[in-house]
Nanobody, 129 residues
Framework: QVQLRESGGGSVQSGGSLRLSCAVS????????MGWFRQAPGKEREGVAA??????ISYADFVKGRFTISEDNANTLYLQMNNLKPEDTATYYC????????????????????????WGKGTLVTVSS
């Protein structure tokens, strides 16, 4: 059974940084597409960043230059978030597709959430002005 567990959320002031982690068990993250998504209250879930098995990466326009997605050999996915803004406030989810049929940019498009097959429970990020 695949399990994803996020950690690292919290409250920061505008301009601050946080690093989210996603520990994965039951599957090898290097074999699929891994991604970070977020959902603010009253809004749709949206793709933030994704990485595939070849290391190709896609970012949503609203985080380019500020967020960095990465993986390590301990089956953990990361999201380094710098220069955080109040509009980044949301619950952040780690997700995976271990049988991908699309290229990685699809996972940060509006269809991205529907492509993911496994989800964590989320971690809350709050950015104050």
């Amino acid at each position: 059974q695949v399990q994803l567990r996020e950690s690292g959320g919290g409250s920061v002031q505008s301009g601050g940084s946080l690093r989210l982690s996603c520990a994965v068990s039951g599957a090898d993250i290097s074999t699929g597409v891994m991604g970070w998504f977020r959902q603010a209250p009253g809004k749709e879930r949206e793709g933030v960043a994704a990485i595939d098995s070849d290391g190709e990466i896609s970012y949503a326009d609203f985080v380019k230059g500020r967020f960095t997605i990465s993986e390590d050999n301990a089956n953990t996915l990361y999201l380094q978030m710098n220069n955080l803004k109040p509009e980044d406030t949301a619950t952040y989810y780690c997700a995976a597709d271990f049988a991908p049929t699309r290229r990685v940019p699809s996972y940060t498009s509006e269809w991205g959430p529907a492509l993911m097959r496994n989800w964590g429970k989320g971690t809350l990020v709050t950015v104050s002005s």
